[in-house]
Nanobody
């Protein structure tokens, strides 16, 4: 079992930055692909970013490319999402997820473990 705990969310003005962290416990995530998803009120959960186990491969939602950066520290079992130039459209609960079987993925159904989420609110 893998437990994932997100942190770093909060309230920020448009144009600002936040860095989300995801701490894993129970089992090392060093061989797992990891992803960030988000869910805004009244909307379905959507893929934001993913990173392969080594950190070399990354994928991003088109609307966050150039603004968000996913990274990981396997020695610490941590995953991060640096979010810059935030807009009100980025407001959502952000979830960290671990994919244990098939490698880097953009579909939420591919992920096996999820955190509880952290709220990000961007004001205009």
């Amino acid at each position: 079992q893998v437990q994932l705990v997100e942190s770093g969310g909060g309230l920020v003005q448009a144009g600002g930055s936040l860095r989300l962290s995801c701490a894993a416990s129970g089992r090392s995530i060093s061989t797992y692909a990891m992803g960030w998803f988000r869910q805004a009120p009244g909307k379905e959960r959507e893929f934001v970013a993913a990173i392969g186990w080594s950190g070399v491969k990354t994928y991003y939602l088109d609307s966050v490319k150039g603004r968000f950066t996913i990274s990981r520290d396997n020695a610490k079992d941590m995953v991060y999402l640096q979010m810059n130039s935030l807009t009100p459209e980025d407001t959502a609960v952000y979830y960290c997820a671990a994919e244990t079987s098939f490698g880097i993925a953009t579909e939420s159904t591919e992920y096996d473990y999820w955190g509880q989420g952290t709220q990000v609110t961007v004001t205009s």
